[in-house]
C-alpha cells in the first residue's frame, strides 16, 4: 500500500488549492480516506474523510462549507479542493487509508500514510 500526497504549494489568504492522494497496491472502492493536517507544534487533526461503502463525506468542522472531499476510482485518486483558505491552514497535509467500509476522522484509526504535502497560506 503506497499513498502518495500532491498539489501542495504557497497560496494568499482567501486562495484555493487542490491535494490530491493517489493510491497504487489497492482500490479505493475497498478502503475509508482520511485528509490530516499537522500544523508546527500541533498534534495532527482530522479534516475530512469518506467511505467507501456510501460515499459518505465528513468534514471538521473548521472546514466545512469550504473544503470538498472527491474520489475518482478511475485514476484511483482522492482530493480535497480547498477554497478560501486562511492562514490557519498552513501546515502539512497527509492522507491516510484504512480498509472497511467506514471512516473516521481520528488518526488512529488509519493504517496506511503518505509522505504529505506543504500548504501554506500567506497574508
Known amino acids: 500500500v503506497q499513498l502518495v500526497e500532491s498539489g501542495g504549494g504557497l497560496v494568499q489568504l482567501g486562495g484555493s488549492l487542490r491535494l490530491s492522494c493517489t493510491a497504487s497496491?489497492?482500490?479505493?472502492?475497498?478502503?475509508?480516506i482520511g485528509w490530516f493536517r499537522q500544523a508546527p507544534g500541533k498534534e495532527r487533526e482530522g479534516v475530512s474523510c469518506?467511505?467507501?461503502?456510501?460515499?459518505?463525506?465528513y468534514y471538521a468542522d473548521s472546514v466545512k462549507g469550504r473544503f470538498t472531499i472527491s474520489t475518482d476510482n478511475a485514476k484511483n485518486t482522492v482530493y480535497l479542493q480547498m477554497n478560501s483558505l486562511k492562514t490557519e491552514a498552513t501546515a502539512v497535509y497527509y492522507c491516510?487509508?484504512?480498509?472497511?467500509?467506514?471512516?473516521?476522522?481520528?488518526?488512529?484509526?488509519?493504517?496506511?500514510w503518505g509522505q504529505g504535502t506543504q500548504v501554506t497560506v500567506s497574508s
Open positions: 491516510a487509508a484504512q480498509s472497511g467500509a467506514s471512516t473516521s476522522l481520528l488518526s488512529d484509526w488509519y493504517t496506511d
Open positions: 497496491g489497492f482500490t479505493f472502492d475497498n478502503y475509508a
Open positions: 469518506i467511505s467507501s461503502s456510501d460515499g459518505s463525506t
